[in-house]
């Protein structure tokens, strides 16, 4: 196993982790608002469209979560077989698409925090790594 697969296969399990807990949290949230009624959030907020913005925030989560978890799979699946590197190349960018446009949207909305950058880095590693194995197996 190469060093790019190693690091594919750690980022993989990273990303399953992580993954992981965006659905698990996104899920406990769901179940956690049934205990809140839509009236007290309006109240708390002061704005009748908290509840569907809990709502979106909390999908939006499972979907993250969801993502992650596929782009570990096929990671971890790529690590131990080169030959399958395709799907999680094309992931790897997208995700890295996905971090670079997070860390502009904080950047030029104000809400830049040195977590967005962060954020970037694994994504960018994954693709790198993932390059390098893809020029591996056409040698």
Do not use: H
Request: hydrophobic share 55%; glycine share 12%.
């Amino acid at each position: 196993m190469s060093g790019s697969q190693k690091y594919i296969k750690i980022i993989g399990i990273l990303n399953i982790i992580g993954g992981a807990f965006y659905v698990l949290i996104g899920i406990l949230g769901f179940l956690g608002k049934g205990f809140v009624s839509n009236e007290a959030l309006i109240e708390q907020a002061g704005d009748s469209a908290a509840p569907a913005a809990v709502n979106t925030f909390l999908i939006v989560m499972i979907v993250i979560g969801l993502f992650s978890l596929i782009v570990g799979f096929l990671g971890v699946r790529a690590a131990n077989d080169p030959s399958k590197i395709g799907p999680v190349f094309t992931l790897s960018i997208v995700s890295l698409v996905i971090s670079v446009a997070n860390l502009f949207v904080g950047i030029f909305g104000g809400n830049f925090s040195v977590y967005s950058l962060i954020e970037c880095v694994p994504p960018a590693l994954m693709t790198w790594c993932a390059n390098n194995v893809k020029k591996q197996e056409k040698l």
